[in-house]
């Protein structure tokens, strides 16, 4: 069979996507004719590239805006990577899953959760540019409202959330981010997890709903919710378990113990963030297997500032 060799420009970025992570791939030329097409077998892709978004806070945890290429350094699986795209973006549309926690360890504690989503909406959520879809839990998970920019449908569907049953957190997650989450849009993939962490009956471990989050490049930004007395160990519950969801895909964790300032400054930060976040681009390595995990590092010329981005992505030989 045919062996075609495709090489792009380094400088494209909006392009199809190995794995699912953001590696960026350039299209087939339309001058081959569609014979040619079902005559390939393998397609070898030599400028690819893996673009990956961070954001960057100072000691006091403020959103730092304003920097440039050489402010940052890449690393990947520990070599360092000439960057060949940098950007900061403001304007990207959001897909934005708001995954709810009604279980009955938050029953005192639901009408936080349920105002924190109505806030959410009214103060982030831009009509004809980001979309939304809702989904709560408890043992199971539930598609409560499917993708739209209806603030109406959007509130009138928190509304109706009660309390029951277990707290299936990382099952949330895995099916939030394999269902719904997917894609090659050029949007900016987001969960916000309204929850007190407490995992209690979920079928998947929190690496699986982690590996499930990075395949699909979304971002977990978490309110903790103040819980009940838990009988999990501690590394199994609250702030270590959002700690992990949120760190390892670039995002960070919010404690609401507090009133509705409390909950509008945590707002204000987010909103901050995902519009303002940096693009950085650097030309994709061969991957070692089918099943390939590649770190990512972000170093900063500025040793009092700190980058968050996901941890890294799988790969695939295509």
Request: with cysteine; charged share 25%.
């Amino acid at each position: 069979m045919k062996r075609v060799l495709i090489v792009c420009a380094l400088a494209l970025i909006a392009m199809h996507k190995v794995a699912g992570q953001d590696v960026q791939q350039p299209k087939p030329s339309v001058q081959n004719s569609k014979a040619e097409q079902a005559d390939d077998e393998t397609i070898s892709f030599e400028a690819a590239l893996v673009n990956t978004r961070v954001s960057v806070r100072d000691a006091q945890g403020r959103f730092v805006s304003g920097l440039t290429r050489n402010d940052f350094t890449v690393l990947e699986d520990g070599r360092e990577q000439p960057i060949i795209y940098f950007s900061q973006e403001s304007d990207q549309p959001l897909r934005v899953a708001i995954v709810v926690d009604r279980s009955r360890s938050v029953q005192t504690v639901l009408g936080r959760a349920q105002n924190a989503v109505h806030d959410f909406i009214n103060s982030v959520i831009r009509t004809g540019k980001d979309r939304v879809c809702l989904v709560a839990f408890d043992s199971a998970v539930y598609l409560v409202q499917d993708f739209t920019d209806d603030s109406n449908k959007l509130s009138s569907a928190v509304n109706k959330l009660t309390a029951a049953g277990g707290t299936s957190v990382f099952d949330a997650i895995y099916k939030t981010s394999r269902d719904k989450l997917t894609g090659t849009e050029e949007a900016r993939r987001v969960i916000v997890l309204i929850t007190d962490g407490d995992d209690t009956t979920s079928n998947a471990s929190i690496e699986q709903a982690t590996e499930m989050a990075l395949r699909n490049n979304v971002t977990v930004y978490a309110i903790r919710l103040p819980g009940e007395n838990s009988l999990n160990v501690r590394e199994q519950q609250g702030k270590p378990v959002l700690a992990r969801l949120t760190e390892t895909t670039g995002g960070r964790q919010f404690h609401l113990d507090g009133g509705q300032g409390q909950l509008a400054g945590f707002l204000n930060k987010l909103k901050e963030e995902l519009r303002s976040q940096y693009s950085i681009g650097y030309q994709f390595q061969s991957a070692s297997s089918a099943r390939s995990f590649h770190k990512i590092t972000i170093k900063l010329l500025q040793p009092a500032l700190r980058a968050f981005t996901r941890s890294g992505y799988y790969s695939r030989s295509e």
